[in-house]
């Protein structure tokens, strides 16, 4: 079993910047898929941006050029860099972690980007 820890959500102003961490309790390093998601309240949970095994990396059109996804080997952490912060992009954030066939989630955590 493996823990998936979120940390880094809170309150931001309009057009400021929060970078979420996805703090895993094992090696991440052979994930092949790692992902971030979100869910406002009455929606469903969407995807906001992919990294794949090779580096490639996926955004949802809404965060291209606002948001960053990485990942720290050494530190068995997933990073969501987020800038330019809009007030749709409040919701709860969820980190994904697929290692080795099993699939692993945080418990999420909120994002509220409001004046």
């Known amino acids: 079993q493996v823990e998936v820890v979120e940390s880094g959500g809170g309150l931001v102003q309009p057009g400021g910047s929060l970078r979420l961490s996805c703090a895993a309790s094992?090696?991440?390093?052979?994930?092949?898929?790692l992902a971030w998601y979100r869910q406002a309240p009455g929606d469903q949970r969407v995807l906001v941006a992919t990294?794949?095994?090779?580096?490639?990396?996926l955004y949802t059109d809404s965060v291209k050029g606002r948001f960053a996804i990485s990942k720290d080997n050494t530190k068995n952490t997933l990073y969501l860099q987020m800038n330019s912060l809009k007030p749709e992009d409040t919701a709860h954030y969820y980190c994904q972690l697929k290692i080795l066939g099993n699939d692993y989630w945080g418990q999420g955590i909120q994002v509220t980007v409001s004046s």
């Open positions: 094992r090696n991440i390093a052979t994930a092949y898929y």
């Open positions: 990294l794949v095994g090779t580096g490639t990396t």
